[in-house]
């Protein structure tokens, strides 16, 4: 089982079997991710933490899938039903969804009609009319009517049945019809009758269809989660639906056809064979379909799921790997409007040196006072950042601190919006209770706000990955899935980073490679009592961190100022005299061999290899010791929002403006330029070249510049570019001239049909890449609300000629949701 596993793995990741076969044994014998990527690299022939990752989910599922067949083949065997045909069978399948359709027949069920049938001797009967149609039907079934059978009509019921399940239940049969159905079906929903007012968020999808294959991730939970609220009813359909007031083609469906193919079934005259194609026509439409549809809901739901979660695990990335404000005095502030502003201040190391409750917005309005406290305590504690968290008031007390800044020249301050997100789950969770004592619940949030500026990576893992909020529909995703994926990110994302483990909390000492609750808090518990630690070498001396678990975490823990400068890098302990015999060839110190640039890029990583460290190791030894301890983060800056741009009123089309991108979605990103509405640069507006993914452009927290294409201040849209040469309303122009074809795609609330964007240009054609949940159109154009080559709003709801329908997309879950709100895209 192990090789083919293990070589089924290899070709899918396009390695060496060997390369596999060490990685498992590695994962298998406690070693985490992490640490085989970046000291395992000889071993494994230098599999990234990328494939590392695929390999582990891989490896999990097809675990899975072996213990199924095994499983399977017990079960059959104990029929007595299986024989070396069917053994090769099973073991040939090669996912769980083919071994199930072979293990269907075996499978123990509630007595069927067929089972009844069988067990009144009615199969000979099937098997007759099936093998010799020239036979009627009447007249053999009259010799089949006995104690148990009333008379002919009912013997050829029971023979129905045994022919229905038997095409049912045709493994390969069932396999053919499923891709079929899925290349050529449809997705239909309608909304319930009554439902059009309660379920308004849901308009897009009211009268909606669209082929399987070109419905994106995030329509398919929208849609699905309409169904789940009782506004749309959902229909898996085999074909296209037809025209309106069309009638159904006449005769038997294509799949009707190859179910008859795949049993001899044909329409000759014979006296049974109407019979024959009345079974299967019933086995199509009362048992084939119906399972396929509910194959097909799982296979859309387990593809979109798939996506969501890789979307929620690449922001949560980008956001966990955001640039660090770094040490300096921070103060917090926790916008709120009646229970007022929560104010917190931290200084360089984290620590709250102040707090404070201001009432600047209605209904106290004290505006004047709240500025004379602000100024008052970033006097007293020499605050250099302000971090203003993005929730309710956010944009009421980022002017507040706008004016502080004006009004207090001499205060060295700088402003930035930051993502409350979670700041709610640490405040009243048993941490923060541990960690803050003193501080009520509210003022919790303002020091979270503070310190995610100072070191966002740092206080994000004190909260659950799921409520930090950057995912779309994550509550209709599996919850191991999502789990799984998320710890994977944080767990990838602190050990890049590394962690000095004098000043690290418990929570982010968990997340470290080899290092689990119960021993990040013991090693938070020596550090208190026997003060910090002055080498790795004395984290031995933590109870119940043993060699495996020192293997795993010492590379990734960092010591400053200990004994050993090494102890602060990110070289591995056990490559310690690698780095000895580099000292003895240079003929320096550590002290200055560390970052010694020009010493060290003149040594070839070939002439230090042993048995145990080969080229790539060394490689990355030369490269720790020249920027030791280097932060793979980004350096810290932040969007200067221009002077008199304030509110959309301010805002004209051809303004080129600084902003941050505050979250990405499969149909582009979306900016806060500093004017209450975050803006929409559709994925046609990112690049000059096709962008399949908006994320290989921008990323969440990235400072850019865009310029406004249009404003539509009733409906609060902003449409961005960051194509700073394209001209105002022509969003939806082709680059190099002419109209883009067909109707506008998506902006965040406006739908094409497909997903493919054409040409080495921007422009997208066709059935466009709409992605968002208002109006759907057959093109791709980006506008607010233009009309006709620009971005014109006709759209076909249903590939019919029909005028698209303004909507409002099923709202993403916190982040997503948030930003569709500020852009105005979609309503509480």
Same mark, same amino acid.
């Given at each position: 089982?192990?090789?083919?596993?293990?070589?089924?793995?290899?070709?899918?990741?396009?390695?060496?079997d060997?390369?596999?076969?060490?990685?498992?044994?590695?994962?298998?014998?406690?070693?985490?991710?992490?640490?085989?990527?970046?000291?395992?690299?000889?071993?494994?022939?230098?599999?990234d933490?990328?494939?590392l990752?695929?390999?582990?989910?891989?490896?999990?599922?097809?675990?899975?899938?072996?213990?199924?067949?095994?499983?399977?083949?017990?079960e059959?065997?104990?029929?007595?039903?299986?024989?070396?045909?069917?053994?090769?069978?099973?073991?040939?399948?090669?996912?769980?969804?083919?071994?199930?359709?072979?293990?269907?027949?075996?499978?123990?069920?509630?007595?069927t009609?067929?089972?009844?049938?069988?067990?009144?001797?009615?199969?000979?009967?099937?098997?007759?009319?099936?093998?010799?149609?020239?036979?009627?039907?009447?007249?053999?079934?009259?010799?089949?009517?006995?104690?148990?059978?009333?008379?002919?009509?009912?013997?050829?019921?029971?023979?129905?049945?045994?022919?229905?399940?038997?095409?049912?239940?045709?493994?390969?049969?069932?396999?053919?019809?499923?891709?079929?159905?899925?290349?050529?079906?449809?997705?239909?929903?309608k909304v319930?009758?009554?439902?059009?007012?309660?379920?308004?968020?849901?308009?897009?999808?009211?009268?909606?269809?669209?082929?399987?294959?070109?419905?994106?991730?995030?329509?398919?939970?929208?849609?699905?989660?309409?169904?789940?609220?009782?506004?749309?009813?959902?229909?898996?359909?085999?074909?296209?639906?037809?025209?309106?007031?069309?009638?159904?083609?006449?005769?038997?469906?294509?799949?009707?056809?190859?179910?008859?193919?795949?049993?001899?079934?044909?329409?000759?005259?014979?006296?049974?064979?109407?019979?024959?194609a009345?079974?299967?026509?019933?086995?199509?439409?009362?048992?084939?379909?119906?399972?396929?549809?509910?194959?097909?809901?799982?296979?859309?739901?387990?593809?979109?799921?798939?996506?969501?979660?890789?979307?929620f695990?690449?922001?949560?990335?980008?956001?966990?790997?955001?640039?660090?404000?770094?040490?300096?005095?921070?103060?917090?502030?926790?916008?709120?409007?009646?229970?007022?502003?929560?104010?917190?201040?931290?200084?360089?190391?984290?620590?709250?040196?102040?707090?404070?409750?201001?009432?600047?917005?209605?209904?106290?309005?004290?505006?004047?006072?709240?500025?004379?406290?602000?100024?008052?305590?970033?006097?007293?504690?020499?605050?250099?950042?302000?971090?203003?968290?993005?929730?309710?008031?956010?944009?009421?007390?980022?002017?507040?601190?706008?004016?502080?800044?004006?009004?207090?020249?001499?205060?060295?301050?700088?402003?930035?919006?930051?993502?409350?997100?979670?700041?709610?789950?640490?405040?009243?969770?048993?941490?923060?209770?541990?960690?803050?004592?003193?501080?009520?619940?509210?003022?919790?949030?303002?020091?979270?706000?503070?310190?995610?500026?100072?070191?966002?990576?740092?206080?994000?893992?004190?909260i659950?990955?799921?409520?930090?909020?950057?995912?779309?529909?994550?509550?209709?995703?599996?919850?191991?899935?999502?789990?799984?994926?998320?710890?994977?990110?944080?767990?990838?994302?602190?050990?890049?980073?590394?962690?000095?483990?004098?000043?690290?909390?418990?929570?982010?000492?968990?997340?470290?490679?080899?290092?689990?609750?119960?021993?990040?808090?013991?090693?938070?518990?020596?550090?208190?009592?026997?003060?910090?630690?002055?080498?790795?070498?004395?984290?031995?001396?933590?109870?119940?961190?043993?060699p495996?678990?020192?293997?795993?975490?010492?590379?990734?823990?960092?010591?400053?100022?200990?004994?050993?400068?090494?102890?602060?890098?990110?070289?591995?302990?056990?490559?310690?005299?690698?780095?000895?015999?580099?000292?003895?060839?240079?003929?320096?110190?550590?002290?200055?061999?560390?970052?010694?640039?020009?010493?060290?890029?003149?040594?070839?990583?070939?002439?230090?290899?042993?048995?145990?460290?080969?080229?790539?190791?060394?490689t990355?030894?030369?490269?720790?010791?020249?920027?030791p301890?280097?932060?793979?983060?980004?350096?810290?800056?932040?969007?200067?929002?221009?002077?008199?741009?304030?509110t959309?009123?301010?805002?004209?089309?051809?303004?080129?403006?600084?902003?941050?991108?505050?979250?990405?979605?499969?149909?582009?990103?979306?900016?806060?330029?500093?004017?209450?509405?975050?803006?929409?640069?559709?994925?046609?507006?990112?690049?000059?070249?096709?962008?399949?993914?908006?994320?290989?452009?921008?990323?969440s927290?990235?400072?850019?510049?865009?310029?406004?294409?249009?404003?539509?201040?009733?409906?609060?849209?902003?449409?961005?570019?960051?194509?700073?040469?394209?001209?105002?309303?022509?969003?939806?122009?082709?680059?190099?001239? #002419?109209? *883009?074809?067909?109707?506008?795609?998506?902006?965040? =609330? !406006? $739908? +094409? %049909? &497909?997903? @493919? /964007?054409?040409?080495?240009g921007? #422009?997208? *054609?066709?059935?466009?890449?709409?992605?968002?949940? =208002? !109006? $759907? +159109? %057959? &093109?791709? @154009? /980006?506008?607010?609300?233009?009309? #006709?080559?620009?971005?014109?709003?006709?759209?076909?709801?249903?590939?019919?000629?029909g005028r &698209?329908?303004?909507?409002?997309?099923?709202?993403?879950?916190?982040?997503?949701?948030?930003?569709?709100?500020?852009?105005?895209?979609?309503?509480?």
């Amino acid at each position: 089982m192990a090789v083919s596993v293990n070589q089924r793995i290899a070709e899918e990741l396009g390695v060496r079997d060997g390369q596999v076969a060490a990685a498992v044994q590695l994962l298998d014998a406690g070693s985490t991710v992490p640490f085989i990527a970046r000291y395992r690299k000889e071993v494994t022939g230098a599999l990234d933490d990328a494939q590392l990752r695929t390999l582990e989910e891989r490896l999990r599922y097809l675990r899975e899938l072996e213990e199924r067949r095994t499983a399977v083949l017990d079960e059959i065997r104990g029929q007595g039903k299986l024989d070396d045909a069917l053994e090769q069978q099973i073991l040939a399948a090669d996912s769980k969804a083919r071994l199930e359709d072979i293990y269907l027949p075996f499978k123990p069920k509630r007595r069927t009609k067929a089972q009844i049938a069988r067990e009144a001797g009615l199969e000979p009967l099937a098997d007759t009319l099936l093998a010799d149609p020239t036979q009627d039907p009447q007249q053999v079934a009259a010799g089949f009517a006995t104690d148990g059978v009333a008379d002919a009509a009912a013997a050829l019921d029971g023979a129905r049945a045994i022919l229905v399940e038997r095409f049912a239940e045709d493994a390969d049969l069932i396999g053919e019809l499923r891709e079929l159905m899925f290349s050529r079906g449809h997705l239909v929903s309608k909304v319930r009758d009554g439902k059009q007012q309660d379920g308004a968020k849901f308009a897009d999808y009211f009268d909606f269809a669209e082929p399987y294959p070109k419905l994106p991730s995030h329509r398919i939970l929208a849609l699905l989660r309409g169904e789940k609220e009782e506004v749309l009813e959902l229909s898996f359909t085999a074909d296209a639906p037809p025209a309106e007031g069309a009638a159904p083609a006449p005769g038997p469906t294509t799949y009707e056809q190859r179910i008859a193919a795949r049993f001899g079934v044909r329409d000759e005259g014979r006296a049974a064979d109407r019979w024959l194609a009345d079974s299967v026509r019933w086995a199509w439409r009362t048992r084939i379909l119906v399972r396929l549809g509910i194959d097909l809901r799982t296979r859309l739901f387990a593809t979109a799921e798939e996506e969501a979660v890789r979307v929620f695990a690449a922001n949560l990335r980008d956001l966990l790997l955001a640039a660090p404000a770094g040490e300096r005095a921070t103060m917090g502030l926790d916008p709120g409007f009646r229970t007022g502003v929560k104010v917190a201040v931290v200084d360089a190391t984290g620590k709250v040196v102040d707090t404070a409750t201001i009432y600047p917005h209605v209904p106290q309005r004290k505006w004047d006072a709240s500025l004379a406290t602000l100024a008052a305590l970033c006097a007293k504690h020499s605050v250099e950042l302000i971090a203003i968290g993005n929730g309710t008031a956010s944009r009421e007390t980022d002017r507040l601190a706008i004016d502080l800044i004006k009004q207090h020249p001499e205060l060295p301050l700088t402003k930035v919006v930051v993502s409350e997100a979670g700041a709610s789950v640490y405040s009243a969770s048993a941490y923060a209770s541990s960690e803050l004592p003193e501080l009520d619940v509210s003022l919790r949030g303002a020091v979270s706000i503070a310190r995610r500026l100072q070191d966002p990576l740092a206080e994000l893992v004190k909260i659950d990955p799921q409520s930090i909020g950057v995912g779309q529909y994550q509550h209709d995703l599996s919850y191991g899935k999502l789990s799984r994926s998320l710890d994977a990110v944080v767990e990838d994302a602190v050990n890049a980073v590394g962690v000095d483990v004098n000043t690290a909390s418990a929570p982010l000492l968990t997340r470290v490679s080899g290092i689990g609750t119960g021993l990040a808090e013991n090693i938070v518990l020596h550090r208190d009592a026997n003060g910090p630690f002055a080498s790795r070498a004395a984290l031995k001396s933590v109870p119940r961190l043993g060699p495996k678990a020192y293997e795993q975490c010492a590379g990734f823990l960092r010591i400053r100022g200990g004994d050993d400068p090494l102890d602060g890098s990110a070289v591995h302990p056990e490559a310690y005299p690698v780095v000895r015999r580099i000292i003895e060839r240079t003929g320096t110190g550590v002290t200055e061999l560390l970052g010694n640039g020009r010493v060290l890029r003149a040594l070839k990583p070939a002439d230090f290899v042993d048995e145990t460290f080969g080229v790539p190791t060394v490689t990355d030894i030369l490269a720790e010791l020249e920027k030791p301890g280097r932060d793979p983060r980004p350096e810290f800056r932040t969007a200067t929002f221009a002077e008199g741009v304030e509110t959309l009123g301010d805002l004209k089309p051809g303004m080129v403006l600084e902003g941050t991108v505050t979250n990405v979605a499969a149909f582009g990103a979306f900016v806060d330029i500093g004017v209450h509405q975050d803006g929409l640069v559709h994925v046609s507006a990112l690049s000059n070249t096709y962008v399949s993914d908006p994320r290989d452009v921008v990323k969440s927290g990235d400072v850019v510049k865009v310029k406004v294409l249009d404003v539509d201040i009733a409906r609060k849209r902003i449409s961005l570019t960051l194509r700073l040469d394209d001209e105002p309303g022509a969003a939806g122009e082709r680059r190099g001239g #002419g109209p *883009r074809r067909g109707q506008p795609g998506d902006r965040a =609330g !406006q $739908r +094409g %049909q &497909g997903g @493919g /964007q054409h040409g080495p240009g921007s #422009g997208q *054609r066709g059935q466009g890449a709409g992605q968002g949940a =208002g !109006q $759907r +159109g %057959q &093109g791709a @154009g /980006q506008g607010a609300g233009q009309r #006709g080559q620009g971005t014109g709003q006709r759209g076909d709801r249903r590939q019919s000629g029909g005028r &698209g329908r303004p909507g409002q997309a099923a709202p993403a879950d916190t982040a997503l949701a948030d930003a569709l709100r500020r852009a105005g895209l979609v309503k509480d």
